[in-house]
């Protein structure tokens, strides 16, 4: 049997911007379910924590994350943190719609009852669950963004034109889209904040926003001024 869980929402949600199974099989007014804070806000929710007074014996307590780590709202595993949280994200790109992958968080202290619990209620709502340890922009970021960044940067260098280089990708490794028709499509300024927020948490140099990453995150600044 799933858990049953309630969602308190704080800002807007990356996630779950729209309707989904996930939001509609929520419950209301059940204390002792399991809790799932949303939005830009949901950690300040959490550390808020009047909403949850049984918290230690709820199933889990699972907490929208952006690029950041979980401790820096649950706290760190040696501080004596609640063995029951964890963080998670949707994947998307930029404005394209969610994907079907859930990024589960967990701490070294995270409990396997609540891991399992929280899986279970993320895939009775179609979605698919990959668990990753508690680092910084999690398992898809980590892996891609460096990739985009290298392709901006052969454009930059002239190796070819954006059309073959997608071309040769798309043909030669069989992905479905060319990476800078992606980040086109998906928002270039939003893969600046992404590969931005890594590049200053890990300091790697592959995570140093491109140039023209760098250019449609200034354009974007200009217009909201």
Known sequence: MNPSYRIIQNGDSASFPG???FLSQAETDTRSAAVVYLGTGSGAAFRAAPDVPDAPNVPFIAIELGNECLGVHAGEPQNGVLTNVLG???FRLG???PSALIELVRQSSTSEAALAAAKAAFEAAGLTVAVCNDFPGRIVNRLVRPYYNAALRRLDEKLATAADMDMTLRL???YPEG??????RTGLADHYEVSHALYQALGQEPYAPARAAQVAHARQQK???
């Open 179 to 184: 990476p800078i028709a992606l980040l086109q």
């Open 223 to 225: 217009k909201e001024a």
């Open 95 to 97: 404005d394209a719609e």
């Open 88 to 90: 998670f994200a949707r």
């Open 172 to 174: 030669g490794l069989g």
């Open 19 to 21: 309707e989904h199974l």
